[in-house]
């Protein structure tokens, strides 16, 4: 991944004409070729930021700059990079798979291209139906045609807005795979998504909105390793009715039933670094007499991470 921003965001703040204050102060880097992930709850930003990149809601305050470009005083050249599919499948029922394609690459102003539509028809594996009409198609099909749809104009830039919102289990791992594989051919990809799984699946960095305000962005794996801390579990022999004192150093938690001792430890600060840590509790513990029967431990997970995120700045 090169480390040049294909999109960038100032200040951006937008203000429905209702008076409610869906963005603000938006400032936010995109580079070429990255997957970016844009996890929120429900009316927290994310279409309004996505419309205002691709010319359909407009900024009430801020700069985006696609590639450089003003996405107001150079629209036309903004739009031609960008791809959208957007979350309501919006095609011509009647049209062939090929027609809506084709003309949907026409009204980017693009010179017809049979090479580039079959690349792409393949691509989605919609080549064998490209002569049926759109209204004859299944669910997932027509979300292809619309994912064919905006690639047609060769775009540089895609934006999936909740890709698989309401798509079955395999559909939703055939998207990934479209995705990772658009992204293999340099298309830099912006998704947002409910589904924090799929940011953990896909996205090489994550952005989370709520209410308006961009609350955090972070590559995945760092926000995986700084946040997600381990804990370990310590199945004991006896019941315990309290944590012994002398074990107050540890910021160890008992279990209601007192069976078990949970241990959290990680990259967090204050916490005993690493897992050598372990090693001595676990002396302290037999010195102590306490009786282990089993020790697991296990690595919190993205959605963890996020629900507590977001409780937290609530
Ligand atoms: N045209 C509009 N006029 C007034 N308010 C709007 C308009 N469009 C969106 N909003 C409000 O702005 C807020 C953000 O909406 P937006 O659609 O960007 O959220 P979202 O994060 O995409 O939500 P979802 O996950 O439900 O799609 C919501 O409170 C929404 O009701």
């Not at 084709?102 to 079959?118: A, D, K, T, V």
Request: proline share 3%.
């Amino acid at each position: 991944m090169s480390s040049t921003p294909v999109i960038s965001i100032n200040g951006l703040t937008k203000t429905y004409q209702s008076g409610h204050h869906a963005l603000s102060a938006i400032d936010l880097e995109i580079q070429q070729g990255e997957i970016f992930a844009l996890l929120g709850p429900n009316g927290a930003g994310k279409t309004t930021l996505i419309s205002i990149i691709c010319g359909i809601v407009t900024r009430s305050a801020g700069s985006v700059a696609v590639a450089g470009y003003d996405i107001e005083r150079d629209y036309r050249v903004t739009r031609a990079m960008i791809g959208l599919v957007p979350q309501e499948l919006t095609t011509d029922a009647f049209e062939s798979v090929w027609d809506t394609v084709s003309l949907s690459r026409g009204m980017f102003g693009h010179p017809p291209n049979r090479q580039h539509i079959e690349k792409i028809l393949r691509q989605l594996s919609l080549w064998d139906k490209r002569k049926n009409q759109i209204m004859t198609l299944s669910g997932g099909m027509k979300r292809r045609v619309m994912i064919a749809k905006a690639l047609s104009h060769e775009p540089r830039i895609l934006f999936l807005d909740e890709p698989t919102a309401g798509v079955d289990v395999n559909l939703r791992r055939d998207m990934w795979q479209i995705v990772k594989d658009l992204r293999d051919d340099g298309v830099t990809i912006i998704l947002t998504t409910h589904y924090i799984e799929e940011a953990e699946e896909m996205a090489d960095r994550i952005g989370v909105i709520r209410s308006g305000e961009l609350i955090l962005v972070e590559d995945k794996v760092a926000l995986m390793s700084q946040l997600g801390r381990k804990q370990l579990i310590i199945q004991l022999d006896q019941v315990l009715t309290q944590v012994p004192a002398e074990l107050a150093a540890w910021s160890l938690t008992l279990n209601e039933a007192g069976t078990e001792l949970h241990y959290g430890f990680g990259a967090s600060p204050g916490q005993a670094a690493g897992t050598d840590g372990i090693g001595v509790l676990l002396k302290q513990l037999e010195s102590l007499g306490i009786v282990y029967t089993d020790l697991t431990t296990r690595q919190r997970s993205l959605e963890e991470i996020f629900v507590n995120l977001v409780e937290a700045e609530a």
